[in-house]
Structure formats: C-alpha cells, structure tokens
C-alpha cells in the first residue's frame, strides 16, 4: 500500500513516561507536593498501558505506549508519510479536584511538550492543555500559549461533570475563538462522575461506547447555549469520537429544534447547519459499516466534504497497516480529509516555528 | 373561489376561536383582539389538528440569554409536535418558505351585504341584523 496519509495528522499520542517528567516545569510548591504526596499520575484510563487496544501490536517496543520521540518519528511520522501531527495528552488534569494544582499541571505539560518533542521534532504540533474547572485560568494558558503558533488547538475531555458550552466556559470559547484555535474534545473521562445518564456501567468497554452520546451531549450544548452565536469564529474538532453517530443525531437535532426552539430563541437556524459550519471529526477510529460499498452512504449522509480530518490516534490500535482510510473511503475524498479540510480548520498549522 | 358565511361575529369573541367546515375543509376561524385569522385545521408536518392548539407570542433573539417577546397571541403551536405558525400568514418559524399551512382571507361582514349575495350561507340563515364571518375559498 502507498502511504495514503501524506498529509496533517490531527491525534496522535504522545505519553509522559511517569508524572515526574512534569517536576522541570513546576513550581517548586508543587512538584514538592506531588513527591511528598505520593501522587502516581494522571493517565486516561481508557487506555489502560498493557492493554490491546492502547498500542498496536506492531509499534510495541517495550516502553510504555507513547513514550518514545524514536517511535513516534518512526510509525506516526514516517510510517504514514505525514507531514504535520498534532500532540494530545491524554493526561487527566480536567479530573483533578484542586484547580490550582490542574492549571499548573496542564501549563507543565504545555511546557513539557514544546521543550521535549516539538522543539526536537519540526514536524510536531501541539494541543494547548487547560484545566477547565478553573476557566479564567484556562483561557490565560490559552493566551500565553497562542503567541507559539506551533500550539495549534485547545484540548478538552468528552466526559466532564459538566458541558463545556455552558455560559461560564466563555472566557475559554472567547480566547480560542479570538486566536482562531478549535477546541477540541477528545474522548476522555475524568471519571469523576458516571459516564452513563444511568449511572456507572461495570465495563471499560460501556464507556467506551458511552462516549458517543457524550460528544452529542457537548454538541448541542454549544449550539443551545449559544456559544457560536456569541463566538462565530469559535470551532470544534472531535477526536476519537467516531462520525458515524452523527447523521442520526443531527437528523434528531433538527427535529426537536423545530419542536423547541422557543426555549433557545438565539438558535435561529437548525442545529445541522450550525453544527456543519463549525464542527470538524477526525477520521479514526472509524466506525465504518462492515461492507465497505455503504460507505459512500454514509459519508453523504454526513452531509459535506468538508467534515473529516485525516487522524492515525497513534500509538493506539484503530486499524491495521499504512492506510488510514477505512475500506471503501472515495479515493477523491482523500485529499481533502488528509489536506484540505486540516489546513481550513486550522490557520496556524503550516505557520513556521 | 367563493364567499362562504361560517358564523356571526358574535360567536367568536376576541381570544376565541371555532371550528368550521367549508367544502369539506375543516378550518379554525381566531378572533385575535377583534382581528380575525383563518387557518386550516391540518398541520403541514403530520397532519396534527394545528387549530387546536395554543396561541403564544413571538420569541427572537439577537444574543444568548436575550429574549425579544412581541406579538403575544399571534403564533399557534401544533398540539402535536409543537411547531409554530404565524396566526396572520400560516407560515411556520422555523421552516417560512417551504412549510406553512393554509391561510385564508376572513372578512366580517353586516347581514344587509351578505342579503345581496353573492355568498354560500347553507348553513345557517342570514339576518340583516347582525354581523357575519366570510371566509374566501
């Protein structure tokens, strides 16, 4: 197979080997806490190390996943042919009860990353960390790090004990909009509360599935709390959410929109149209229907060539060999997802360092 | 297209409505502040019996967390699903230019005009005295 990607890389995973790698870029209270205290670190525990799914059979070298800037050039980078990446943390700062301690952790991080792996890998991007339970605090993360144009969009969790649309997330919405950075949510759960409207399921494979109503539930949260009213440069990009779901959800969307949208009258057009001009997915895990020839259904059921950005989710295990396009993806398609469709959503990824 | 008398005025006082038949079309005749709106009783979207449904104002808005209230009485809401049409044109909200039901002309009329015809008054006897409801269809 040629390299099918060849383009911009929007999730792959880079990893901290253990919480200390953060104590460089702490403040001296802090790293003194968090060694006093014991604390063991912050990974997603979607992705448990040694299981299969966290890493590909393949890119298994010994190391925890994701650890390794070798590995990374080799099977992110190279192996896909990719000219550009972008660096998301999996780190759980959103699940930490202490604001202060998830604003200087997510700032170690952004630091941590720039010095260790964008500074030595030109072909890295970055996502800007934040703490969301402390938003004024985020958004000045967000400003700091926007004067580095290698920091290229706004991580945040799908699972939160909130909904990131919400009126007292504007000072995060007001600064990525301003500085043109997407927010992007990312399959993830602090785990602070229950991952189902039902309650706490028994298996790590429920919340996996959870997720989708999880994005869902963020999506219309921005649209009825009028955040894109607010902000119309403000957009979001979903990573490993799957897109699948969407068709179903957007034809819902609208219905109820009709139904309802006295109670939201800012909303002033359907939910689909809004949520098509701002919302980005990335590609993998793709969640494409078993026979390939379906497909192209679903992609125009999707509604737009503009929708999906090229993503691999390195170092994790979505698909087999060098092709990241599922079985049956349009060939005419591939360019703009792996290209196009990266570099419109965002400005800032082919700005030099 | 003819005049049809479907009620005396005063059957219908300001905030009412009623039910009338016309040809075989059910329609809601709305006494809207002494205004009066005549829609057919068939909900573009399922078939709901739109006319029966609750009359509320008009909500817009320029920015989240404003809300612009005007015209209150004058959009009708489907019992069934609870879209919203404008009482005065039969246009829905959220959906004005392709979905909309059926608006037609109401004019009140006094018994000494309707006597001279030309009108379809089956229904009920014209008396000179009072004032009629006519619906163009």
Partial sequence: MPHAASGIDCDIHPALPSISALFPYLPAYWSEQLRVRGTDGFDSILYPPNAGFSCRADWRD?????????????????????RIAVCNLLYNVAAVRNADLGTVLARAMNDWLAAEWLDREPRLRAAIHIAPQDPGAAAEEIERRA??????????????ETLFGKRLFRPIHEAAARHRLPLAIHAQM????????????????????AMAHAFQAQLLSFVYEGAFTAFPELRL???????????????RADRTWKAM???????D??????????VRIALQPAEAPPDPAQLPILLEQLGGDELLLLSTDWPHAQFAGNDPFPAGFPATLRRRVAEDNPRAVYPRIEVSP | MARHVVAKAEEIPPGSRKLVTVRGREIGIFNHEGEFFALLNRCP????????????????????????YSRPGEMLKCPWHGWEFDLRTGQSYCDPKSTWVRAYEVTVEPGEVLAKGPFVAETFPVSIEENYIVVEL
């Fill in chain 1, 62 to 82: 010994g190391a925890k996943p994701g650890t390794s800037l070798e590995a990374l050039r080799r099977h992110a980078l190279d192996g896909f042919g990719t």
């Fill in chain 1, 147 to 160: 004067a580095d144009p290698r920091f290229v969009h706004v991580l945040l969790p799908a699972m939160d």
């Fill in chain 1, 190 to 209: 602090t785990a602070t509360h229950a991952t189902t409207s039902n309650g706490w399921p028994s298996h790590l494979a429920e919340d996996h599935i």
């Fill in chain 1, 237 to 251: 990009v979903l990573l490993e959410s799957g897109f699948a779901w969407l068709p179903n959800f957007l034809w």
């Fill in chain 1, 261 to 267: 949208r006295a109670e939201v009258p800012w909303v």
């Fill in chain 1, 269 to 278: 057009t359907p939910p689909s149209a809004i949520l098509r001009e701002h």
């Fill in chain 2, 45 to 68: 979207h399922q078939g709901g019996a739109l006319c029966k449904g609750t009359l509320v104002g008009l909500v817009t808005s320029d920015a989240p967390g404003t809300y612009d």
